[in-house]
């Protein structure tokens, strides 16, 4: 309530936002959401056997903060009769959106002060509306973790003096950020750089701010001894993994330029654009900006780094509304000379293809959208029913259910593209372009596709249609059944 009127507005709609994202925005968006955090929890609530984890769990370089408050949230669920998988995840899903919520409410009254006021409505929009803001927001990953307590670390250094107890609050939140995605580490020696070279920031300070840091880091070493129940130091595990290389651990590698041709294409070519220009324009007219220090050694890093994903720069993400409003400032009296129908048609532009962002993370399941397909599985299955899967072996486990989502007593076979079809299946996962060329008998009748219909079109425009089609899930309907 201690929000201008506007700002209270935006924000209510914000929390119905990311709410309904947390809602819909079911399964994983990469693998080691669910495999290094949920399939831990499962391990250790004895749910799991341990050879059924990822070969992240022997070379200990896992982190057991994330697996640590799923196993208590799954406990704390279970005891008020919550216990089927799909509310579990949502559950945490949803302590996202809350956290990521309050981190950027919380930088937006610290750094509004930085525009003049009739930004200050374009901002808030900004902050909680980018398209691709809410699906980040309620990633229970560790991209996800990392960005919204690195928010929180800038919060804290900005209204240094203002705040009681801001120095321990920064560093603490700077070690959660580092013990759930380490590299983020980069980011926040670059923050204390900033601190001490540009904003002069007395040595104590950071020093009060490196102990707490410090106390966070061996927090979650203890944990990570609890949680593995044996000596263990994943951080350092991590860093010499990053340095050594195992040799039976293979990453495809891409070249140094490979991010910004990504960028502009995964956050949708017009804003992807704006967000290079914005950081571009940062750079040259305020190279001593905090963003520009907490941005270019990142970007640097992992360009010089031969494995690249998308999701390692999303610890920057909640950071594009900030740069993005700054670059406006910026150029605001030389876009004022431009013809008024250029700014307008921009603008519509933009906002369109903003809106068919949002309409579609809101709407639609993350990652292959398997678990959409769990749930229509877990209404019709019995145990003892065979659920075929037509992909290749080699990557079935893009699409088979984890043991977190799949319907209890049933048993999976893989059928690779072009062999037949064993008789005794019960209910058959293929894409759903193979469809035709499945053989009449046994007759398939879809039950339920991974993507709404509505929003395939959308998602395969966003995918530039390289991706695969949209898997469905099929009852074997068998003579005399």
Same mark, same amino acid.
């Given at each position: 309530?201690?929000?201008?009127?506007?700002?209270?507005?935006?924000? &209510?709609?914000?929390?119905?936002?990311?709410?309904?994202?947390?809602?819909?925005?079911?399964?994983?968006?990469?693998?080691?959401?669910?495999?290094?955090?949920?399939?831990?929890?499962?391990?250790?609530?004895?749910?799991?056997?341990?050879?059924?984890?990822?070969?992240?769990?022997?070379?200990?370089?896992?982190?057991?903060?994330?697996?640590?408050?799923?196993?208590?949230?799954?406990?704390?669920?279970?005891?008020?009769?919550?216990?089927? #998988?799909?509310?579990?995840?949502?559950?945490?899903?949803?302590?996202?959106?809350?956290?990521?919520?309050?981190?950027?409410?919380?930088?937006?009254?610290?750094?509004? *002060?930085?525009?003049?006021?009739?930004?200050?409505?374009?901002?808030?929009?900004?902050?909680?509306?980018?398209?691709?803001?809410?699906?980040?927001?309620?990633?229970?990953?560790?991209?996800?973790?990392?960005?919204?307590?690195? %928010?929180?670390?800038?919060?804290?250094?900005?209204?240094?003096?203002?705040?009681?107890?801001?120095?321990?609050?920064?560093? %603490?939140?700077?070690?959660?950020?580092?013990?759930?995605?380490?590299?983020?580490?980069?980011?926040?020696?670059?923050?204390?750089?900033?601190?001490?070279?540009?904003?002069?920031?007395?040595?104590?300070?950071?020093?009060?701010?490196?102990?707490?840091?410090?106390?966070?880091?061996?927090?979650?070493?203890?944990?990570?001894?609890?949680?593995?129940?044996?000596?263990?130091?994943?951080?350092?595990?991590? &860093?010499?993994?990053?340095?050594?290389?195992?040799?039976?651990?293979?990453?495809?590698?891409?070249?140094?330029?490979?991010?910004?041709?990504?960028?502009?294409?995964?956050?949708? #070519?017009?804003? *992807?654009?704006?967000?290079?220009?914005?950081?571009?324009?940062?750079?040259?007219?305020?190279?001593?900006?905090?963003?520009?220090?907490?941005?270019?050694?990142?970007?640097?890093?992992?360009?010089?780094?031969?494995?690249?994903?998308?999701?390692?720069?999303?610890?920057?993400?909640?950071?594009?509304?900030?740069?993005? &409003?700054?670059?406006?400032?910026?150029?605001?009296?030389?876009?004022?000379?431009?013809?008024?129908?250029?700014?307008?048609?921009?603008?519509?532009?933009?906002?369109?293809?903003?809106?068919? *962002?949002?309409?579609?993370?809101?709407?639609?399941?993350?990652?292959? *959208?398997?678990?959409?397909?769990?749930?229509?599985?877990?209404?019709?299955?019995?145990?003892?029913?065979?659920?075929?899967?037509?992909?290749?072996?080699?990557?079935?486990?893009?699409?088979?259910?984890?043991?977190?989502?799949?319907?209890?007593?049933?048993?999976?076979?893989?059928?690779?593209?072009?062999?037949?079809?064993?008789?005794?299946?019960?209910?058959?996962?293929?894409?759903?372009?193979?469809?035709?060329?499945?053989?009449?008998?046994?007759?398939?009748?879809?039950?339920?596709?991974?993507?709404?219909?509505?929003?395939?079109?959308?998602?395969?425009?966003?995918?530039?249609?390289?991706?695969?089609?949209?898997?469905?899930?099929?009852?074997?309907?068998?003579?005399?059944?």
């Amino acid at each position: 309530m201690s929000l201008p009127r506007f700002h209270r507005t935006v924000f &209510i709609g914000a929390c119905l936002l990311y709410f309904t994202t947390a809602w819909f925005s079911t399964g994983y968006h990469s693998a080691d959401e669910h495999f290094q955090i949920i399939a831990f929890a499962q391990w250790k609530l004895g749910e799991l056997p341990a050879e059924h984890l990822p070969w992240e769990f022997a070379a200990g370089i896992r982190s057991s903060l994330q697996p640590w408050i799923a196993t208590v949230m799954f406990k704390a669920a279970a005891l008020v009769g919550l216990d089927d #998988p799909f509310t579990r995840a949502f559950l945490l899903r949803l302590l996202t959106a809350m956290l990521a919520l309050l981190a950027m409410r919380g930088l937006l009254q610290a750094t509004m *002060g930085e525009h003049r006021e009739r930004l200050d409505k374009a901002y808030i929009l900004l902050a909680y509306g980018l398209w691709f803001l809410p699906f980040l927001a309620v990633r229970y990953s560790s991209e996800g973790w990392s960005a919204v307590f690195l %928010v929180f670390t800038v919060t804290a250094l900005l209204r240094s003096g203002k705040q009681p107890g801001w120095m321990w609050q920064a560093g %603490v939140c700077a070690g959660v950020a580092i013990l759930c995605r380490p590299a983020t580490a980069l980011i926040v020696l670059s923050l204390l750089a900033w601190m001490r070279l540009v904003g002069k920031g007395p040595v104590r300070r950071i020093a009060t701010i490196i102990m707490a840091l410090t106390a966070t880091l061996i927090a979650g070493a203890l944990l990570d001894v609890l949680f593995y129940a044996r000596p263990i130091l994943t951080l350092g595990h991590y &860093i010499a993994l990053g340095f050594g290389a195992d040799p039976a651990v293979q990453f495809d590698t891409l070249p140094w330029w490979y991010y910004p041709p990504w960028i502009i294409k995964y956050a949708i #070519p017009p804003i *992807g654009a704006l967000m290079l220009l914005a950081f571009g324009v940062l750079l040259i007219h305020r190279p001593r900006h905090l963003l520009v220090w907490m941005m270019l050694p990142f970007l640097i890093a992992h360009s010089i780094l031969s494995h690249k994903e998308v999701r390692f720069l999303y610890p920057l993400a909640p950071l594009a509304p900030w740069l993005l &409003i700054e670059a406006w400032s910026i150029l605001a009296g030389p876009l004022v000379r431009l013809p008024r129908w250029v700014l307008n048609a921009s603008t519509v532009v933009v906002m369109i293809a903003n809106l068919l *962002g949002l309409a579609m993370v809101v709407s639609t399941p993350a990652g292959e *959208g398997r678990v959409r397909l769990a749930m229509a599985l877990l209404k019709s299955t019995r145990p003892g029913d065979r659920i075929g899967y037509v992909v290749e072996p080699a990557t079935a486990w893009r699409i088979t259910l984890p043991a977190f989502y799949a319907p209890p007593g049933t048993q999976e076979v893989i059928i690779g593209p072009g062999d037949p079809l064993p008789q005794d299946l019960d209910f058959l996962i293929a894409p759903e372009d193979l469809y035709p060329s499945l053989p009449p008998d046994p007759h398939l009748v879809p039950i339920r596709r991974s993507q709404p219909s509505w929003s395939d079109r959308l998602m395969r425009v966003y995918t530039w249609d390289e991706g695969p089609a949209p898997w469905m899930v099929y009852k074997v309907e068998k003579a005399g059944r």
